[in-house]
């Protein structure tokens, strides 16, 4: 599968990314993109590309706030940009507010955007090289 601008990403917060891959392959027929050990990896499905995030992954550490992305409550559109300062530059000059600063992780750059509800959409910039494992 080739990540593109196109592909539809879903982040889910889990406890155990390995059980995680395990049920996603072996149950429901995706297949492994990346893995990079228990903190994060990714899987497909078709055109849906689902994140999976563990507890030391960049996605679940805590918001400047104190509080910590746990599963069920934290799933989120997950958006590809090419340059993440650009995009958050150009999109709180139009008045936008952000949950919390970027953050960088193994996999690239994230951040957290609220839209007018409060709800929450993850802008990301993909490292520059994708391991598998």
Excluded at 21 to 31: D, P
Excluded at 86 to 108: H, K, Q, S, W, Y
Aim: glycine share 10%; net charge neutral; proline share 8%.
């Amino acid at each position: 599968m080739t990540i593109s601008k196109d592909t539809v990403s879903v982040r889910y917060i889990v406890h155990d990314v390995d059980a995680a891959i395990a049920f996603y392959t072996k149950l429901l027929g995706f297949e492994v993109l990346t893995h990079f050990g228990p903190a994060f990896a990714d899987v497909a499905r078709g055109n849906l590309r689902l994140l999976l995030s563990g507890p030391t992954s960049s996605a679940g550490r805590p918001m400047p706030d104190g509080v910590k992305p746990e599963p069920g409550g934290w799933n989120r559109i997950h958006l590809i940009v090419d340059d993440i300062e650009a995009e958050v530059a150009r999109l709180r000059n139009a008045g936008a507010t952000f949950r919390n600063d970027i953050l960088e992780g193994p996999g690239g750059k994230q951040i957290l955007l609220r839209d007018p509800s409060g709800n929450v959409v993850e802008l990301f910039q993909p490292a520059a090289v994708n391991p598998t494992r």
